[in-house]
T-cell receptor, first 112, second 113 residues
Framework: GEDVEQSLFLSVREGDSSVINCTYT??????LYWYKQEPGAGLQLLTY?????DMKQDQRLTVLLNKKDKHLSLRIADTQTGDSAIYFC????????????FGAGTRLAVHP | DAGVIQSPRHEVTEMGQEVTLRCKPI?????LFWYRQTMMRGLELLIYFNNNVPIDDSGMPEDRFSAKMPNASFSTLKIQPSEPRDSAVYFC???????????FGPGTRLTVL
């Protein structure tokens, strides 16, 4: 079945690293995505990783993929108050489905 | 590029009224998606189009919902008649099928009284 799971809430101190975790179920997923949603706004694509990669780094963002465990994580280095938002993990199902399956989102709260 | 454009941004209507949400995808994208976001159910895919043709409408809740894409630059999602449980934020997203990445619009917040 199709299921993407995330923890619902994460609180970190400004300047610390944040790690948001996600598990997915479909081993045929080709791409895995991280989207960010700020209050009252749409989803903004943060980064994505292709399923044959283990890691992808983009400035303060590091994505780690463990295909064996179907586990995806997003690390935000030096977390800032502007990083406070909801982060959605999504897996792309190909093979005739051609759709994204989203997790419920993790609300990241950054405090001083 | 202006990104995905949705209108209206906010809609308040009374139960039983017809509601039409509009979307203009990013120019050159040939896939368009309609999502609904609620606190209870999270983000749900309602329907998506590829080259203006509906491919998967299995997420459309019921016959009161319909979507059209008359051309590559415009799509509508219509709810008739609307009900309070339709209150949600409706997102449109578009993508270039070659990359499979979806870009979201700002959403329409619908409130049905």
């Amino acid at each position: 079945g199709e299921d993407v799971e995330q923890s619902l809430f994460l609180s970190v101190r400004e300047g610390d690293s944040s790690v948001i975790n996600c598990t997915y179920t479909d081993s045929s997923s080709t791409y895995l995505y991280w989207y960010k949603q700020e209050p009252g706004a749409g989803l903004q694509l943060l980064t994505y990783i292709f399923s044959n990669m283990d890691m992808k780094q983009d400035q303060r963002l590091t994505v780690l993929l463990n295909k064996k465990d179907k586990h995806l994580s997003l690390r935000i280095a030096d977390t800032q108050t502007g990083d406070s938002a909801i982060y959605f993990c999504a897996e792309y199902l190909a093979g005739g489905y051609n759709k994204l399956i989203f997790g419920a989102g993790t609300r990241l709260a950054v405090h001083p | 590029d202006a990104g995905v454009i949705q209108s209206p941004r906010h809609e308040v209507t009374e139960m039983g009224q017809e509601v039409t949400l509009r979307c203009k995808p990013i120019s050159g994208h040939n896939s368009l998606f309609w999502y609904r976001q609620t606190m209870m159910r999270g983000l749900e895919l309602l329907i998506y189009f590829n080259n203006n043709v509906p491919i998967d409408d299995s997420g459309m809740p019921e016959d009161r919902f319909s979507a059209k894409m008359p051309n590559a630059s415009f799509s509508t999602l219509k709810i008739q008649p609307s009900e309070p449980r339709d209150s949600a934020v409706y997102f449109c997203a578009s993508g270039a099928s070659s990359t499979d990445t979806q870009y979201f619009g700002p959403g329409t917040r619908l409130t049905v009284l």
